[in-house]
């Protein structure tokens, strides 16, 4: 099971690779279990924030505003976490910074899915102009090569409270 959801995540048409419904993701926290005993907590934690990173991607490219697809990938994230039974804290420091080994391995995880990042960073990039126009493409790169440390800077603001 394990396995083939995390080919489906990674390789597959968004079709497949969007849990949206609650009985998907209940599935997902019923069902899928990594060995965190084998791979360490630290690992899984990484696996699933990289998971949650490439689902937002998936959920853009499926035509998903972000706050629909940062829904979804919220809810993803919490689903196996829950159902891996790895609390938040444990990704943290007292400063309420990711800890260093998972922020490595997360960005290093979420650049697995970097094809379809480029896609889903251009769409957001569009939803936030001003003018609805395509954004440059130097910016799209740029964006594109950032979105995992994003993705991590946005997980410690809401720590924080930002």
Do not use: H
Not at 54 to 65: D, E, L
């Amino acid at each position: 099971m394990k396995k083939l959801l995390l080919s489906l995540l990674l390789f597959t048409g968004a079709a497949f690779a969007v849990p949206e419904s609650p009985d998907q993701l209940k599935k997902l926290e019923d069902e899928f279990r990594l060995a965190c005993d084998t791979y360490g907590e630290p690992s899984c934690i990484s696996r699933f924030t990289a998971m949650a990173g490439c689902t937002f991607v998936f959920a853009m490219n499926s035509g998903k505003t972000t706050q629909e697809a940062l829904d979804i990938a919220d809810a993803l994230f919490t689903s196996v976490m829950r159902g891996n039974k790895i609390g938040i804290e444990s990704m943290f420091t007292s400063k309420n910074l990711v800890k260093p080994e998972i922020r490595s391995e997360a960005i290093e995880r979420m650049q697995l899915c970097s094809a379809q990042t480029s896609t889903a960073v251009a769409a957001m990039l569009k939803e936030l102009s001003n003018t609805n126009e395509d954004p440059p493409a130097e910016l799209v790169k740029l964006a594109t090569q950032d979105f995992p440390y994003f993705w991590m800077r946005s997980l410690e603001d809401i720590r924080q409270g930002r």
